[in-house]
């Protein structure tokens, strides 16, 4: 097989395929383990707060992941970290019992982290004559034509399984590992490392150091929030759009045709995102991007029925402005060295507001006895985070 970033970016098809099924029922399969203990709005709650203690082990593998690429090539952690996803998930189709699904989830988890971190960098690699933004465009293309049929499938399976939202995950499971086999057959080779044995001390202060000489470097404060308010409201989107369809009255299928039409946007502006940002650079892409995702926040707090579907689907057009861009700071900002050495610490930007977000629209929701109030949350983050983009240079 061809070996160039462009023939790389194809493994977005079985990432984008698989994380489509597996976003499209898993608030819905958490939201329904919660109720066998909890009323509806409580359970809705609950799902924030599980969603928060599983976003701070993501964080800590995260943080720990430049010890796992010091000791082990980037090209065997991606094989395993794809094997762990193919198998977790299609075991998590057949688990009844809540902590059978809880322990295979966090193991999943590890996967998940370490191909979020692992991808970009073999990105990065790949960007020689190309560069990042167009390859990054590129990969997002394909990992949205895979999520585009997705969500569709997985709400299919779900109502010819009896509703049961844990179906779908078996057919992720498969999905992902594909994306493994195509890996290998890829044939991405790097020279082997000696393993030596994690001292944890000394890693915490290696990570202190590298956190301390990031955020000192200019730019790269400003990058780390940007990229932390484009997770935010990611994982809000992710955590509370099913349950709040089903809340709403819709069908399980009405439910896959919104997260599908919702993928389209993505298709059709990353087919010429790259060359925008090559002209007009990053700054305008994400505050079109954050202030309409924040607009569409607040309507969405109040409206009910087919518009609130429509406000969902339009909102997707605001994520796919940020979607090729959000990291783009961090990228233009560091050398090739720089950018293995401080990942770790910037991929931290990923796992934190799926923490805090999370447990501010759990409050919402006790607050105001209601689903659809987390959408304040991602209103202010919409705009605190356009703020954070044009101020100041660091």
């Known amino acids: 097989m061809k070996k160039n970033g462009y023939a790389f970016t194809n493994i977005g098809l079985f990432t984008g395929f698989g994380s489509g099924v597996v976003n499209a029922v898993y608030s819905l399969v958490v939201f329904d383990i919660f109720r066998m203990f909890f009323k509806a709005e409580t359970a809705s709650a609950a799902v924030g707060a599980y969603a928060a203690v599983y976003a701070i082990f993501a964080g800590l593998v995260g943080i720990f992941s430049a010890e796992f690429l010091h000791r082990f090539t980037k090209s065997s952690l991606l094989y395993v970290s794809m094997m762990i996803l193919g198998l977790c998930y299609a075991m998590m189709s057949f688990s009844v019992k809540p902590g059978?699904?809880?322990?295979?989830?966090?193991?999943?988890?590890?996967?998940?982290?370490?191909?979020?971190?692992l991808i970009p960098l073999f990105l990065s690699d790949f960007s020689k004559g190309i560069g990042i933004a167009n390859l990054n465009a590129r990969y997002h293309l394909w990992l949205?034509?895979?999520?585009?049929?997705?969500?569709?499938c997985a709400m299919i399976i779900v109502s010819n399984f009896g509703g049961n939202y844990r179906a779908p995950?078996?057919?992720?499971?498969?999905?992902?590992?594909?994306?493994?086999?195509?890996?290998?057959?890829?044939?991405?080779?790097?020279?082997?490392?000696d393993l030596k044995r994690i001292n944890f001390r000394r890693t915490l202060r290696a990570l202190r150091i590298n956190a301390r000489q990031f955020f000192s470097k200019q730019g790269m404060l400003r990058a780390y929030v940007v990229n932390f308010g484009f997770y935010a409201l990611r994982a809000m989107r992710l955590l509370y759009v099913p349950i709040v369809v089903i809340e709403n009255g819709f069908s399980n299928?009405?439910?896959?045709?919104?997260?599908?039409?919702?993928?389209?946007?993505?298709?059709?502006?990353?087919?010429?995102?790259?060359?925008?940002?090559?002209?007009?650079?990053?700054?305008?892409?994400?505050?079109?991007g954050f202030l309409s995702f924040a607009a569409f926040s607040f309507l969405a707090t109040f409206l009910t029925g087919y518009v609130l579907l429509a406000i969902f689907i339009l909102w997707q057009i605001s994520g796919a402005f940020m979607e090729a861009s959000h990291d783009l700071l961090f990228f233009d900002g560091m050398t090739k060295k720089e950018q293995s050495r401080f990942y770790g610490v910037f991929r931290t930007s990923v796992y934190f507001p799926s923490v805090i977000a999370p447990i501010f629209g759990s409050a919402c929701i006790a607050l105001f006895d209601s689903t659809a109030a987390v959408w304040l949350i991602t209103a202010v983050a919409g705009v605190l985070s356009t703020i954070v983009l044009w101020s100041g240079r660091r």
């Open 100 to 117: 059978t699904f809880i322990t295979l989830d966090y193991v999943a988890n590890f996967g998940l982290t370490m191909a979020g971190v």
């Open 144 to 152: 949205n034509v895979g999520s585009l049929l997705a969500p569709m």
């Open 169 to 193: 995950l078996l057919i992720a499971g498969i999905v992902y590992f594909s994306g493994m086999l195509f890996f290998k057959r890829f044939g991405v080779v790097k020279q082997e490392k």
């Open 253 to 288: 299928d009405t439910l896959g045709l919104v997260l599908s039409i919702g993928i389209l946007p993505y298709i059709i502006i990353d087919l010429f995102i790259g060359g925008w940002i090559k002209k007009h650079g990053i700054k305008p892409l994400l505050t079109l």
